[in-house]
């Protein structure tokens, strides 16, 4: 899948602009990409990770 549609994937999922570490990690896996990429694209849509468990994002 390219950046460009993941996301639009991420916005289209979370109009609120914030997603949960646990959210980001198990959509991550699911897309399988490394965390960072998630992290990355989550800057570029502008949408907030909240709750990090990890220190991942």
Known sequence: MRDEEIIQLLLDKFPGKRISCAEARELAAGLKMELSRMGALC???G???SACELGCF
Do not use: L, P
């Open 47 to 49: 949408i907030k990770i």
């Open 43 to 45: 800057d570029q849509a």
